[in-house]
C-alpha cells in the first residue's frame, strides 16, 4: 500500500512538474516592451477593406501561475485561427481584468511577455483587478489609455 501510494505521489509531481514548464519558460522570458492601444490603433488606420477581422477575450489576469498556464493554452489555439483563411484576422482584443491583482508592476510584466506571443496586434481594455489600488497607473504605463 505505501509503495502504491509512492508512486502515486510521485506520479502527480510529476505530472504537475511537466504542466507547469511551459509557464516556468514564461517566465524566465525577457521582457520586451509591447506596443500601446495608441500604437497599435495607428498601425490599424492602414487596414484596406470595409472591416476588421478581430477575436475577443478578456480575464486573463495575468500574473497568477495557474491563470498564465490557461492563457498559453489559449494563445496556442488564438494563433491557429487563421489557419481556415475564411476572413483576416487584423487584431486581438482583451476586454478587461489584464492582471490578477491590484494591477502589479510584475503583472504588467508577465502580461508583456504573453501579449508578445500574439501573432496579432492586441488591444486592451481595463477591467477592475487592473484599476484595483492604484493599478491604473500601470495599465497607462504598460498599455496606455483604453
Request: aromatic share 14%; charged share 25%.
Given at each position: ?13 510529476a505530472a504537475s512538474l511537466?504542466?507547469l514548464t511551459p509557464v ?90 504573453l501579449r508578445s506571443m ?29
Open positions: 500500500m505505501k509503495r502504491a501510494f509512492r508512486i502515486l505521489v510521485i506520479a502527480i509531481v511537466y504542466s516556468a519558460l514564461l517566465y524566465l522570458r525577457k521582457h520586451v516592451r509591447q506596443p500601446t492601444n495608441s500604437e497599435t490603433v495607428e498601425k490599424l488606420k492602414s487596414n484596406k477593406g470595409g472591416y476588421f477581422g478581430f477575436i475577443v477575450f478578456g480575464d486573463n489576469h495575468a500574473g497568477f501561475i495557474f491563470d498564465d498556464s490557461a492563457f498559453l493554452k489559449l494563445i496556442r489555439n488564438m494563433n491557429r485561427e487563421d489557419r481556415f483563411k475564411k476572413l483576416p484576422i487584423d487584431f486581438v482584443a482583451n476586454m478587461g481584468d489584464v492582471t490578477f491583482s491590484k494591477g502589479l508592476e510584475s503583472d504588467y510584466v508577465t502580461y508583456d511577455k500574439i501573432k496579432w496586434p492586441v488591444i486592451s481594455a481595463m477591467g477592475n483587478h487592473d484599476y484595483q489600488k492604484g493599478g491604473w497607473r500601470n495599465f497607462n504605463k504598460y498599455i496606455g489609455s483604453s
